[in-house]
């Protein structure tokens, strides 16, 4: 199988890029971004090209298609957006693009955990480098034939403003309130 692979950008809804997720298929890295208008034809037509590659054109009855997923769709109806959630089970690369004195490109600078709030948050433009796979019919696992995306890396490209969650002062939030005292019996 040929390299399938692209990279697109949008909005970081949220990443497990350091630290892996726990889920139903065991630990996985992934990340959720809400592409930008247009990126969903750019991976549709290398959905295309994996279908071709994998099946001859002829996609297997009751195909998954867990790439690009409009947000109408049961999990995420609030979204009315096309987005990715691409996962992988290795660790991907997380990124910013900058100048070195006398190059002339941008180099890949790594984004240590340490510094991720500041560049990975929920309203952050990034780019997200996938690869496109065709998986077949599982039946022990029960799994239908499907194609998905797999998670390389991530790569900040600006600043945006921050969705919400997190971010507020308690002491602002909470002014004018008073915590009942409770006793707390640690042997119950």
Known sequence: MSDLKITVKGTLLNENVYVPDNGERGERYNCLVILNEGEEDRIEALVKEAIQEKWGGKKPAGLQDWTARYGDEEDRDSFEKWYIHPQSKHKPKAVRMARVEGEPKP?????????????FYPGAQVAVSVDVFCFDEDKKKKMKAGV?????ALCFVKHGERL?????????????????????????
């Open 107 to 119: 180099k890949a600078h790594a984004i240590d955990s340490s510094e991720a709030d500041d560049y």
């Open 148 to 152: 998905t995306l797999g998670l390389n």
């Open 164 to 188: 919400s969650g997190g971010g507020v002062d308690p002491d602002e939030e909470f002014d004018g309130i008073e915590s009942e005292e409770v006793e707390v019996d640690m042997y119950d």
